[in-house]
C-alpha cells in the first residue's frame, strides 16, 4: 500500500461546480498535512495547510479525518483558472519525512 | 524576489555522461531537498540536507551525489547518466523556524536521458 494515495482523475468539471478530493494516508503517526497546486509543467506551491479542526480559505476548504486517516479538499464555485494538478502532502515527523501522493487532476471546462 | 534557482532548466545527456545540477536559494534556509518526478509516481526524494556541510540519503537515492559546501546552494550531481534518470527534478528548501512546513520550490530541470 502506497504512503499516500490519491485518485488521479482527471476530474473534469463544468465552472460554478463544487468538486472534492480524497487523500488517504497509511501512518497513523503522520503529523501534519498539506495540499500543494501544481500547474502543468510547473513546480509544486502549497495551497494550505489542512488542520484537525478544518480549515477554509476562500472557496477551497480542508477537512482531516484522523480516524480514517483520509485529507479532503473542498473547492466551492470551480473557475477555469482551478485546472491543475492537486497534490497530497503528509509529513510523518521529522524534515524528511514528507510523502506526497500522486496528484489528482483537475479540469475546469467553461 | 529569486527564491528557489534551479539550473539549467534543460538538460539532455547520453548514457553515461555527468552532470551537475545547481539549486540556489536566498531565503536563509536550512533545510534542502532535491527531488523527481516521474509520471504516475509523484515527487520521491532523492537527498536532503539539514544544514550547511551536511547531506542524507532520501528515498531513491542510487545514481546521485550531492553536495552542501554553502547554506545557499545545493548540488545534484550524476555520476553516469543512465536513461532510467530521464526525469523533471524540483529542488525545494524549507526554514528550520518556518512552522507551517512549506516547501518552497524551484522550477525544476528537466533532464533526459539518450
Known amino acids: 500500500r502506497k504512503e499516500v494515495e490519491q485518485d488521479p482523475g482527471p476530474f473534469n468539471v463544468p465552472e460554478g461546480a463544487t468538486v472534492a478530493f480524497n487523500c488517504t494516508y497509511s501512518?497513523?503517526?503522520?503529523?501534519?498535512f498539506f495540499w500543494y497546486r501544481q500547474d502543468c509543467r510547473k513546480e509544486p506551491k502549497l495551497l494550505m495547510s489542512?488542520?484537525?479542526s478544518g480549515n477554509e480559505d476562500g472557496r477551497f476548504t480542508a477537512q482531516l479525518n484522523r480516524a480514517s486517516q483520509y485529507i479532503s479538499l473542498l473547492i466551492r464555485d470551480s473557475k477555469l483558472s482551478d485546472s491543475a494538478t492537486y497534490l497530497c502532502?503528509?509529513?510523518?515527523?521529522?524534515?524528511?519525512?514528507?510523502?506526497f501522493g500522486t496528484g489528482t487532476k483537475l479540469q475546469v471546462i467553461p | 524576489n529569486a527564491g528557489v534557482t534551479q539550473t539549467p532548466k534543460f538538460r539532455v545527456l547520453k548514457t553515461g555522461q555527468s552532470m551537475t545540477l545547481l539549486c540556489a536559494q536566498d531565503?536563509?534556509?536550512?533545510?534542502m531537498y532535491w527531488y523527481r518526478q516521474d509520471p504516475g509516481m509523484g515527487l520521491r526524494l532523492i537527498h536532503y540536507?539539514?544544514?550547511?556541510?551536511?547531506?542524507a540519503k532520501g528515498e531513491v537515492p542510487d545514481g546521485y551525489n550531492v553536495s552542501r559546501l554553502k547554506k545557499q546552494n545545493f548540488l545534484l550531481g550524476l555520476e553516469s547518466a543512465a536513461p532510467s534518470q530521464t526525469s523533471v527534478y524540483f529542488c525545494?528548501?524549507?526554514?528550520?523556524?518556518?512552522?507551517?512546513?512549506?516547501?518552497?520550490f524551484g522550477e525544476g530541470s528537466r533532464l533526459t536521458v539518450l
Open positions: 525545494a528548501s524549507r526554514g528550520l523556524a518556518d512552522n507551517t512546513g512549506e516547501l518552497f
Open positions: 501512518n497513523s503517526a503522520s503529523q501534519s
Open positions: 489542512v488542520y484537525s
Open positions: 502532502v503528509v509529513n510523518s515527523g521529522g524534515y524528511q519525512k514528507v510523502t
Open positions: 531565503m536563509n534556509h536550512e533545510y
Open positions: 540536507s539539514v544544514g550547511e556541510g551536511t547531506t
